[in-house]
Nanobody, 118 residues
Framework: QVQLVESGGGLVQPGGSLRLSCAAS????????MGWYRQAPGKERELVATITRGGSTNYADSVKGRFTLSRDIAKNTVYLQMNSLKPEDTAVYYCNARTVVTVMTDFWGQGTQVTVSS
């Protein structure tokens, strides 16, 4: 089991920045992949960025060059730094932890709202 607690969402103007945090209940070194997904009203949940246990990152094309995913292993926390925010980035952002033992299991945070609007 993995519990995830997110923080850092809010309202920001276009071009602004926000940093999301996701604290895990156990060592993130024991988790295969951690990342962020988002879901806008009327749309399906989509991948934003992921980081593997080995530290490799992957980003959606729509956020490359603007968002940066990082981690603090000592704090069991991953961060999503979001710069140059656009109105289309408005969504509920969910932290995800994926473990693979005998089966693949996804764990989700409660979600945090990000609204980009003037």
């Amino acid at each position: 089991q993995v519990q995830l607690v997110e923080s850092g969402g809010g309202l920001v103007q276009p071009g602004g920045s926000l940093r999301l945090s996701c604290a895990a209940s156990r060592s993130i070194c024991s988790i295969n992949t951690m990342g962020w997904y988002r879901q806008a009203p009327g749309k399906e949940r989509e991948l934003v960025a992921t980081i593997t246990r080995g530290g490799s990152t992957n980003y959606a094309d729509s956020v490359k060059g603007r968002f940066t995913l990082s981690r603090d292993i000592a704090k069991n926390t991953v961060y999503l730094q979001m710069n140059s925010l656009k109105p289309e980035d408005t969504a509920v952002y969910y932290c995800n932890a994926r473990t693979v033992v005998t089966v693949m299991t996804d764990f989700w945070g409660q979600g945090t709202q990000v609204t980009v609007s003037s």
